[in-house]
């Protein structure tokens, strides 16, 4: 029989006390549903930002500041007056454009030729515009190679986690692969379990856990892996049925570590399945096999899929 005063605790930085209506913790993609109240300006950081955010959030972006800015130049030239750039034609209808037009080529410093200031209000407003346009896609240009250069471990796991028959009794098991291209090595895993426990006074306190593993550490993630929790009497799963998987709130959290030969860096990786992502007497389908010209296949598109039993 399991022994809770043997529990090995595990403490993920989680407040114990639960809510009715609490969302589950982590995300199917690693973040954490946890909403930040603060002051925007100490929140806000523009590199992590730039880094982190969506590619079409950042485009959109980064289009948005070219065209403002260089709006708001041509509306300085315009404002100095059109005749101080040489080379505008005298048409009040397009004298604006034209100065878009010098504020664009000032900006990315291209400098066709056609047209250029005169005077020395016009000429210093073009010196503090392209030192601004150079700025900018230096800025730009940086968080560009950011995002490129940033390792991340796109680690694909399986949508569920599965009781299934292990070593003459249960073990809780979960799969996952890598899901692009590249060497994975020294691959450590962690899972813990979180679940809510009654106490004195019918106020019901979340509890940690940490599940050992069958195999918690592989030298190489060329395959799937599928990691294993046997539920045996030192289990904190011991005894639990299907049903207390719903009712106690089960959360199970997936930690990975792992060195990416590509970026030459450690990378993580994090995932979490809720007790209504458990399937019980069902067993994982083999997800590579050996082709013809004997070749080991990897169906990236399979990995996860089960049987029920």
């Known amino acids: 029989m399991f022994n809770a005063s043997k529990l090995n605790k595990d403490d993920l930085g989680f407040d114990s006390k639960t809510d009715a209506n609490r969302r589950r913790t982590i995300n199917p993609d690693g973040t954490f549903n946890i909403l930040r109240k603060n002051n925007f300006f100490q929140e806000f950081h523009l590199y992590q930002w730039a880094i982190t955010c969506r590619w079409r959030t950042y485009w959109l972006v980064v289009l948005a500041i070219y065209v403002s800015v260089n709006f708001l130049f041509a509306a300085l030239y315009f404002f100095i007056g059109p005749e101080y750039i040489v080379g505008i034609e005298n048409n009040d209808y397009s004298k604006f454009w034209q100065c878009y037009f010098f504020s664009l080529q000032t900006f990315t410093t291209v400098g066709y030729g056609g047209l250029h200031p005169t005077g020395l209000l016009t000429n210093t407003v073009a010196g503090l515009e392209a030192f601004l346009g150079l700025m900018t896609f230096a800025l730009a240009t940086g968080a560009l190679y950011g995002r490129f250069s940033k390792p991340e471990a796109r680690i694909k796991y399986s949508e569920n986690a599965l009781i299934s028959p292990f070593k003459g009794g249960n073990a809780l098991m979960l ?135």
């Open 175 to 309: 799969m996952l692969c890598n899901n692009k291209k590249g060497n994975l090595v020294e691959v450590t895993a962690k899972m813990t379990l979180s679940w809510l426990e009654p106490v004195e006074g019918g106020q019901a306190k979340r509890q940690f856990a940490a599940l050992d593993l069958d195999i918690d550490k592989i030298s190489l993630l060329s395959l799937s892996w599928t990691l294993v929790h046997e539920i045996n009497e030192n289990s904190p799963l011991w005894q639990f049925s299907p049903e207390d998987y719903l009712n106690k709130d089960v959360e199970i959290f997936v930690f990975l570590s792992c060195y990416d030969d590509t970026f030459a860096q450690t990378v993580h990786s994090r995932y979490a399945y809720t007790g209504m992502e458990v399937v019980h007497n069902a067993r994982f389908r083999k997800a590579f096999y050996t082709d013809h010209n004997g070749f080991t296949v990897l169906d990236v598109t399979k990995m996860g899929t089960y049987d029920l039993l």
